[in-house]
């Protein structure tokens, strides 16, 4: 099993800024990969992005150019700054990980989220 445990977020007004940080504890051998997701009300959960442990990322187009992930190999965490933030941002994020099995079979792991509030 792997633990995630998420920290940031809060209540920021539009244009201004927060970040996320996730620690990854347990059996972390073999996670290939750390992301965000995103969830609003009465909405699916979307990625927000994540990145491989070779430092490769993804990104949502919404986020392009406003948000930033990085991680920590040496601590397990994973960062998530997020500049320039929308109302439309608004949501509860969650922290992923991918963990490989066997082959390519994968297991995702999550976070209990934490609350993004945007003020307009």
């Known amino acids: 099993q792997v633990q995630l445990v998420e920290s940031g977020g809060g209540l920021v007004q539009a244009g201004g800024s927060l970040s996320l940080s996730c620690a990854a504890s347990?059996?972390?051998?073999?996670?290939?990969?750390m992301g965000w997701y995103r969830q609003a009300p009465g909405n699916q959960r979307d990625l927000v992005a994540d990145?491989?442990?070779?430092?490769?990322?993804n990104y949502a187009d919404s986020v392009k150019g406003r948000f930033t992930i990085s991680r920590d190999n040496a601590q397990n965490t994973v960062f998530l700054q997020m500049d320039s933030l929308k109302p439309e941002d608004a949501a509860v994020y969650y922290c992923n990980a991918v963990r490989g099995i066997i082959g390519n079979m994968r297991q995702n792991y999550w976070g209990r989220g934490a609350q993004v509030t945007v003020s307009s």
């Open positions: 347990g059996n972390i051998f073999r996670i290939v990969s």
């Open positions: 990145i491989t442990n070779e430092g490769l990322t």
